[in-house]
């Protein structure tokens, strides 16, 4: 499959089967991270893999009510959390260097994107969660200051295909020397 193809072929999961991921596939996806682009190669990411069934109920409550991720957290076999290191990405000696302050947020999208990509490409489902008590989060996982969780992804064996959803028109989006 071309990587077009791969784009436009990948859904959110919120179902899984009750399937482990061997750890060489799951490197194979930490591998995808390492290689996204960053501001400066900050690499201002950190991954927490849990896996732990009662850690995963902790994150699920940190969801709010009617979240459509909440079954995910707990039916994927493995939840990636994505923490971003603060004042680096988008800093040059320790000043902030661009009108949007920490660019720590872009550099983990890109990452997020890798990471969901490679899952998909080795036939494992994804969904971002950004919806949740971030600070919650932060102190189950015993994230030290300096970091803050971005997002929460489970990742495991899809359990059904989804369809795709209506995407907008290129021409709606694609403006030529001016909006």
Known sequence: ???????????????FQAREIPDEVLEKVFRAVQWAPSWAN???????????PQRKVALQETLGKGNPASKAMVEAPVVLV?????????????????KFGDWFMFDLGLA??????????LGLGTVIVGLFDHDKVKQLLEVPDGYEVV?????????????????????????????
């Open 112 to 121: 997020a994107q890798n990471l969901c990509l490679m899952a998909h490409s």
């Open 42 to 52: 900050t690499q201002c990411w950190e991954l927490i893999v849990v896996r732990d």
């Open 151 to 179: 997002a929460m992804i489970p990742i495991g064996y899809p359990s059904e295909p989804s369809a795709a959803p209506k995407r907008r028109e290129i021409a709606e989006f694609v403006h030529k020397e001016r909006f």
């Open 1 to 15: 499959m071309d990587l077009l193809e791969l784009m436009m072929s990948r859904r959110s999961i919120r179902r």
């Open 82 to 98: 994505l923490c971003a290191k603060l004042k680096s990405s988008g800093y040059y000696k320790g000043q902030v260097t661009t």
